[in-house]
């Protein structure tokens, strides 16, 4: 059974957002598209309190994008974004929905940061993710979403690990940055991960 996994696919990483990914807004339409032809549909949330420590606006004198560390582990300091209860960490109002059979919501304990809908990044609490997919039998994993970069590949590498046969939508992401992308992507096929394109997910 396979599982198509829609991450992050939220207002705040759309053009015009308060984190946006370019071109973000372009996987939509292909993430639309694909839906019908999978057993199963999920999607996960970033879901920051207003206080999240990856908030470059929680460090005095610290700026956006610029790294420190967090709990121990290397933390990019972002701009506020995906604040629960606020429009930027709604879905995107064109993404269908009605497939989206749960939401797994990530990144709400303020003192760690949550770029895996598996685990957060210090690997100390699971969303619970891999045991619903394990439940409904699923064995293949699709991803598709934002940031190509983050929180899909974070969460590609978690199916990995749990054991999924893990494919990467290279059509269906967009990256924060171009040679994070490479990086990332690279990264994956090493680990055993598979790159596809979406229109070979499609009927002909
Ligand atoms: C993400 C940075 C911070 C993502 C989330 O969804 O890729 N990136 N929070
Ligand atoms: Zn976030």
Known sequence: MRALLLIDIQNDFLPGGALAVP???????LANQMQPHFDLVVATQDWHSQNHKSFASQHPGKNVFEVTTLQGLEQV????????????????????????????RKG????????????????????GLADYLRGKGITQ???????ADYCVYF??????????????IEDAVRAIDAAGFEKAKADLVARGGQLVQSHTLLPK
């Open 77 to 104: 300091l972002w701009p506020d974004h995906c604040m629960q209860d606020t429009a930027g960490a709604e879905l995107a109002r064109a993404l269908e929905q009605n497939r989206i059979e749960a939401i797994f």
């Open 108 to 127: 709400t304990n303020p003192e760690i940061d949550s770029y895996s809908g598996f685990y957060d990044n210090g690997r100390l609490k699971s969303t």
């Open 141 to 147: 994993v699709y991803l598709a979403g934002l940031a």
């Open 155 to 168: 969460s590609a590498k978690d199916a990995l690990t749990e054991g999924f046969e893990v494919y990467y």
């Open 23 to 29: 071109e973000g807004d372009r996987i939509i339409p």
